[in-house]
């Protein structure tokens, strides 16, 4: 394992690694920013979204359903990439400080763990659809609603992957 596949791996938290980062990060006056979701295709959406979190505060942490969370959300066919993948291929954006794998369907309880500065969603949600707008706002937090990337989302990628597949699973060329 070289270097940089280290220090990639070095920004996936769990427990107490997760405290003794948030404890530094505090400890500097950093300004910690939390965002969520399952990232099971990374594309341009993804990337664009993260990079305007980041620039919102010091630290992006991102929290990453696991594989038993993202079937309990999206259903059995789902994810297409497995959890160490989907924390991995994430923690390699220069823009996400952290990556933390939670196992509920909600991170509610990782929010209160971290409790951010901000908590980011897309504006696919309204503010009270936001899981924890309201503890993060009872400590003096607030929420960011960002714009997604039109045309953009995993869900609509898998979409076209299968409706361009042909009977044998193999895809077919635009």
């Not at 980041?54 to 990439?81: C, E, F």
């Amino acid at each position: 394992m070289n270097d940089k596949t280290k220090i990639i791996r070095a920004k996936i938290l769990s427990g107490s690694m997760l405290d003794r980062a948030l404890a530094y990060w505090r400890f500097r006056g950093s300004k910690i920013v939390f965002t969520n979701g399952c990232f099971d295709i990374l594309h341009l959406g993804h990337a664009e979204y993260l990079a305007k979190a980041s620039g919102l505060g010091d630290v992006l942490v991102a929290g990453v359903n696991t594989d038993s969370s993202v079937r309990a959300i999206k259903g059995s066919l789902r994810p297409l990439q497995d959890e160490k993948s989907r924390a991995f291929l994430l923690a390699s954006f220069s823009v996400v400080s952290a990556v933390v794998l939670f196992e509920e369907e909600t991170p509610l309880e990782l929010i209160k763990r971290i409790k951010p500065h901000i908590l980011v969603k897309g504006n696919d949600y309204r503010l009270e659809e936001i899981v924890g707008h309201d503890i993060v706002a009872e400590w003096g937090g607030r929420v960011e609603i960002i714009d997604l990337v039109e045309g953009y989302s995993s869900s609509s990628i898998i979409g076209k992957i299968y409706r361009s597949s042909g009977k044998n699973g193999s895809l077919r060329p635009d």
